[in-house]
């Protein structure tokens, strides 16, 4: 027999103790071994998914008329997926459209389980059953970049080899399913020609695994000769066949001359910021700061974050545009995103941007053990 020392008020107390009293007979018992689940997101409600009176053995356990006793009643209510259990027969079946997407457990992760605890009344057969729902990914999202087109500012004094950052695309599915590939086109869509490729594509594999398009000049600029190439970034996820999103760039050769903004730390390192789940709305984590040598107002700097990052974080944190102020503007999860990984993007009267990663690091905050509640809401039902 389990012990559990609990530290509670009189009453409650009592009430504890009376329950084990009328539940700890040689019928209560839990499960050894979860029943486990597959199904396909996008299930129609009232599809049937498990039949617990046959899957946890009752048929072959008891009579009949002990099967006829027995109620079936999830220890939740408000399970983390819609589905709901017949009261007599046991059958486990969608109680609504089930939405991988929507799952804040399942987001941005390939693997997606759940686990649901269920009931069996009454007393002299009460019994626990541990079911793991696996909820499959379907491909029905497509990449979408924020915007429709997008200025890239690229100097004419960049040497081959230099790299600028490009619009990244989102996908709502697992990444798995997700953005997988990106090509760079011509404005018309058909490849580019060797002649042409004074610019061209590469890809960084972020630290997340998400991918990052980033421009890279292949042969010396002259803005004299062509100031600006028109250019369209695909972007393509992991379906088969995949999904697919595009946009429009305008590549603007700037003058050598201009002075590019640039943050106050080393090219290449980013700020690196520790900070609990618990932190209040509001709070400041982090003052960025950067600095452009041009005077007047090309050199004013505007601070924002880049589009992926406003898209994926959009709801959990702000920059303010003119001091670099970053702060907490939604309840932070651990679960969800153990490393939040920000880019912000410096831009001026001209289309020069630079681009640095900023990366917040979340840890797990002090909670009270959950398992109170499970007591709790067997004692409601006694």
Known sequence: MTIFVVILTDETTLALVMVFVCVATPTWSQTDVPLRYRIVEELAPGTDVADLMVDAGFKRKYTADVLAQLEFRLLSEHPPVPLTVGS??????????????????CRSRNLCQLTLDVTVRPP??????????????????????RDASAIVGVRESALPGTSFALPVAVDADSPDLGVRAYE???????PPGQEAEMVTLSIVTRRDGSLDPRLVVRRPLDRETQDE???????????????????????????????SPVFDIPYGLSYEVNVTENVAVGTVLLRVHAVDADEGLSGEVVYS???????????????D??????????????????VSLLSLRLRRLTPNLVEISIVIFRILSLRIC?????????????
């Open 184 to 190: 760079l086109l011509e404005e018309d869509g058909t």
């Open 370 to 382: 959950t398992s109170y509640k499970h007591i709790s809401s067997i004692l409601e039902m006694y």
């Open 124 to 145: 002299r057969y009460f019994q626990v059953i541990k079911v793991i729902i696996d909820i499959k990914d379907v491909n029905d999202n497509s990449p979408r970049f």
């Open 229 to 259: 190439y028109r250019r369209r970034l695909v972007a393509y996820d992991g379906g088969r066949p995949p999904r697919s999103a595009s946009i429009d760039l305008l590549i603007q050769i700037l003058d050598s001359n201009d002075n």
């Open 305 to 319: 974050f880049s589009s992926n990052t406003l898209t994926t974080y959009g709801e959990l944190f702000n920059i």
């Open 321 to 338: 545009n003119v001091t670099g102020e970053i702060s907490v503007a939604g309840m932070l999860d651990r679960e969800r995103h153990p």
């Open 88 to 105: 007599k027969s046991g059958v486990l079946s969608t109680s609504g459209r089930i939405d991988r997407e929507q799952l804040p457990a």
